[in-house]
């Protein structure tokens, strides 16, 4: 696979990380392990990893982390993907909520909620998206209306990922309105076990229930847990975002990997032609990604704050993601055999049905291109066409 050389520093960062995986057990998850058993062996592991320092690499140190760059983060992931460690479960909090209370948060913020989200003790679920409100997320509806010592939050939000586990969700509503609708937004922060609170599990077409529709009825939500001043919200948000389509992108690609690590030891004399030509095309799309999105996190290392490029590193990893989960159908002969409880033959097609999601997740495919044409190449915003 690519080797890509950087800074002698930061591999000697990795040969530490890696004499630690050597001295301390990774846990290995069945494809049939139940949610429970998930979420504990998941715990374990963040609370080990984060005792021995390797999460949060790029956090200051006063809030737990080593005061690295996100080349050291991304060397973590690679080694856990090397070993074949399970995902970790607080993703969410360690790649988005987590910097962005390093950014925005207060203090007490700060020290309330940091050293938490390292350990997996709280694990987070981003409460964006509503029936109206995806691409276009401005449009968010739930309101928080201002109350004694706080809000009181109602509202609906859905494709809520890991809600069903979480302890905590940071939430994006409307605490005014305004002509311009991305004004008026808030940032909160948001107990799960708060009275008003409805988690719905929705099944997707791979038959996982990773996702949820979560009703806010009344929710009291303390002054304390406003993010930034009332009316920061999108600012907030898009900071949040560009957070997600750079750090929890480059764990997704590490999967594409995996997969194509496990094609190839597959092919043999009997694998037809286009299928090598298909996995040579992966190979290409691999190292590409890769290699797009070491050269942003050195960017980052030398100063620079995650802006739009993060949607380049989205868009061709989520594509080059889904082209090489279809490749691997040939494998199998090409069927997809869908029952009440999804797939129903084989961890091929679970692989491939899930990939589906991964160019609507974290933003679609259509809305990274809009922001490449506009923020990067600097086209201009076809107002008549697209409103
Ligand atoms: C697996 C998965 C996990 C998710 N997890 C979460 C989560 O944890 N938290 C959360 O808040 N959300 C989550 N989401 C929701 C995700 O962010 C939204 O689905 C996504 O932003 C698209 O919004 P939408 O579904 O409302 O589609 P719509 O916005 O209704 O889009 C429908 C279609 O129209 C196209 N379109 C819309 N606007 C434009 C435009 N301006 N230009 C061109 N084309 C356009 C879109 O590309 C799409 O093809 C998740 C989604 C998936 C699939």
Do not use: G, L
């Given at each position: 696979m690519l080797k890509l050389s950087i800074s002698e520093t930061s591999e000697r960062f990795r040969t530490s990380f890696q004499e630690w995986l050597e001295n301390n057990p990774v846990p290995h998850v069945k494809d049939d392990t139940s949610l429970d058993e998930f979420q504990q062996v998941g715990r374990n592991w963040q609370r080990s990893l984060s005792s021995g320092g390797w999460l949060g690499t790029h956090w200051p140190q006063e809030f737990g982390g080593r005061g690295l760059s996100l080349v050291e983060e991304a060397i973590v992931q690679e080694e856990l993907v090397r070993v074949s460690a399970p995902q970790i479960l607080g993703l969410f909090g360690l790649t988005m909520v987590g910097p962005v209370l390093i950014a925005h948060g207060n203090e007490i913020q700060k020290k309330r909620f940091l050293s938490k989200i390292l350990s997996g003790d709280e694990i987070w679920c981003q409460g964006f998206s509503e029936p109206g409100a995806g691409s276009d997320l401005a449009a968010v509806k739930a309101r928080a209306v201002p109350v004694d010592g706080g809000y009181e939050l109602s509202g609906q939000k859905i494709w809520t990922s890991f809600a069903h586990v979480a302890d905590w969700c940071f939430v994006l509503c409307r605490t005014a309105d305004s002509a311009r609708k991305h004004e008026g937004l808030s940032y909160l922060l948001v107990d799960?076990?708060?009275?008003g609170i409805t988690t719905r599990p929705l099944q997707q077409i791979s038959g996982d229930k990773e996702f949820n529709e979560v009703f806010f009825d009344s929710v009291f939500v303390p002054s304390e847990n406003l993010v930034g001043k009332e009316g920061d919200g999108w600012k907030i948000a898009i900071s949040t975002l560009m957070f997600e389509r750079v750090v929890l992108t480059f764990a997704r690609q590490l999967q594409s990997e995996t997969a194509l690590r496990e094609l190839l030891a597959r092919v043999?004399?009997?694998?037809a032609l286009t299928t090598k030509v298909d996995l040579a095309r992966s190979i290409v799309d691999a190292c590409a990604t890769r290699a797009l999105a070491y050269s942003h996190l050195m960017d980052y290392a030398k100063g620079a704050a995650p802006g739009p490029e993060g949607s380049l590193d989205k868009l061709l990893w989520s594509e080059a993601f889904q082209r090489l989960c279809k490749v691997a159908l040939a494998f199998d002969g090409g069927d997809v055999a869908l029952g009440e409880h999804g797939p129903e033959n084989g961890a091929d097609v679970h692989r491939y049905l899930y990939s589906r999601g991964r160019t609507i997740a974290a933003g679609t495919s259509e809305i990274q291109r809009g922001i490449i044409a506009e923020r990067i190449l600097g086209l201009p915003r076809l107002k008549h066409q697209l409103g």
């Open positions: 799960m076990k708060s009275q043999d004399a009997d694998t």
